[in-house]
């Protein structure tokens, strides 16, 4: 169970590598991503990162894994995606 779950996450880090370098080619070439669609991006990956590191549990826990899994989206969206957009506007803004 533990190798699983540190190979997801192994998995996990890969591909926000692969979306950062992504993003930053994509805003290189068309220069179209704005404060929304990060905000959307990266609150998606960071819900499917939530949702993959405790499917494992599913199987084992699958009461407590859903519960943890429908907290930490809400939490996710709830707190996360206002947070991306500030955090995009600190960077970003016109100064």
Not at 54 to 77: D, G, K, Y
């Amino acid at each position: 169970m533990k190798q699983t779950i540190h190979l997801i996450l192994i998995f996990n880090l890969i591909c926000l590598i692969g979306l950062v370098a992504g993003l930053r080619w994509w805003q290189k070439k068309h220069g179209k991503l704005t404060e929304k669609r990060i905000a959307l991006i990266m609150t998606g990956y960071w819900s499917f990162f939530a949702l993959t590191t405790f499917s494992p549990l599913l199987i084992t826990h699958p009461r407590e894994a859903i519960l943890v899994e429908i907290v930490l989206l809400l939490v996710c969206w709830g707190i996360g995606y206002p947070w991306t957009r500030w955090l995009y506007r600190q960077f970003n803004s016109s100064k």
